[in-house]
């Protein structure tokens, strides 16, 4: 093998890691099943979740922050999860562009359930339905806290710290 | 003597209880529950008149609906709150629309776009700004579109009768299976009890003015 192909392939598989790197995460569609299972995961572990649509403008404020501490925590018991509430019809034109181009590296769900009064209660009897909104939940130590507003970087960060295990 | 205060002393301690337990739902601000009474308003519509309930003599009720310009669910809920308005204002239940967005956190929807996007969509109803927001907190309304049916009473106070959402797809007109504020409305006009007077859907939370 040439000197020059040797260069071409560590030249390929260079870009090839870093455009994997970068890539975008796929969005899952979900039912509510899905999600309500995510909620009982049993797992010694911190999972943010975060309500978000690519139509509200808080939500979109707020990412950078959980993208930067899905990042931060990615080798800890924390997962970061962003479940847009956009409609599934949108999801090919709105939702994988938006992902695309803010190259977002959390895990990434759409709920495909249009009727909110289905299983908002069921899944937080609290929450009015207003996004954007957050959960923090360990199952297995017990841990939840729920919050419907834009949350700030320095909030999420003192969360996660203090429920990290 | 030291027994006789006792039972005072018991008292006082129940007084203080109940007080502190009476303040609690006060003090937690969440607003209006099914069955409560809501309060009048003064607000500005689009066309420069301050509109009240009570300025409605021949109302049965009223579909208080806070909702605004720049909400996606908003939007495509306009045309629906026009035809909820166009149903059952002859039945006695118009609407009157209440944008609660505070004007620096979202400046779309000043006074000004409000009247722009009435005169565009043509509503029948008044869209009336509440600036400081006093009463989306009083009402306790927390996203847009958000809807609180009112009933006049014999009184001439108004009971909170239903709250929630218009119907169960704000995406897709065509493929709504459920018309929970029709249906309840329905149920108000016709003198019954609303059977399913709190329903949720997912909308913009309300843009509050930073403190």
Not at chain 1, 67 to 81: G, L, M, S, T
Not at chain 2, 18 to 26: Q, S, T, Y
């Amino acid at each position: 093998m040439t000197v020059y192909l040797k260069q071409l392939i560590l030249l390929l598989t260079i870009a090839l890691l870093t455009s994997v790197a970068t890539q975008a995460q796929t969005v899952t569609t979900i039912k509510f099943d899905q999600l309500q299972e995510l909620r009982q995961a049993p797992h010694d572990t911190l999972y943010v979740v975060n309500f978000w649509a690519t139509w509200c403008k808080p939500c979109i404020k707020e990412m950078p922050y959980f993208e930067a501490a899905h990042a931060q925590y990615k080798d800890q018991p924390v997962r970061v999860i962003l479940v847009s509430m956009d409609a599934v019809q949108d999801k090919e034109k709105r939702v994988l562009p938006f992902v695309q181009k803010r190259k977002l590296q959390s895990r990434l769900y759409l709920l495909d359930e249009p009727d909110g009064n289905t299983w908002i209660d069921r899944i937080e009897p609290k929450w009015s339905g207003a996004i954007p909104a957050t959960m923090f939940f360990n199952n297995k130590r017990g841990q939840y806290e729920f919050i419907e507003r834009e949350i700030s970087e320095k909030e999420l960060q003192e969360l996660i710290t203090k429920y990290k295990p | 003597m030291k027994n006789n205060r006792l039972p005072f002393l018991y008292m006082a301690c129940l007084l203080l209880v109940g007080v502190l337990m009476a303040a609690i739902p006060a003090s937690n601000n969440a607003g209006y529950q099914v069955g409560d009474t809501a309060r009048d308003f003064k607000l500005k519509n689009v066309d420069g008149k301050m509109i009240s309930m009570a300025n409605y003599k021949d109302a049965k009720g009223f579909i208080v609906t806070f909702t605004c310009n720049t909400c996606p669910y908003s939007v495509a809920y306009e045309d629906r709150i026009i035809d909820l308005h166009n149903k059952y204002a002859p039945k006695g239940y118009p609407v009157i629309a209440i944008n609660p967005n505070d004007v620096k956190e979202s400046p779309k929807d000043s006074y000004k776009h409000m009247q722009v996007r009435a005169k565009e969509k043509k509503f029948p109803f008044p869209y009336v700004h509440d600036e400081t927001q006093e009463i989306t907190k009083a009402y306790g309304a927390t996203r847009t579109p958000h809807l609180y049916v009112v009933q006049k009473q014999k009184d001439g106070t108004f009971k909170v009768a239903y709250i929630g959402t218009i119907d169960d797809n704000s995406r897709e007109p065509g493929k709504v299976q459920k018309k929970y504020a029709e249906a309840a409305l329905n149920e108000l006009v016709a003198g019954k009890a609303v059977s399913q007077p709190n329903t949720k859907a997912i909308g913009c939370t309300i843009k509050w003015r930073e403190a």
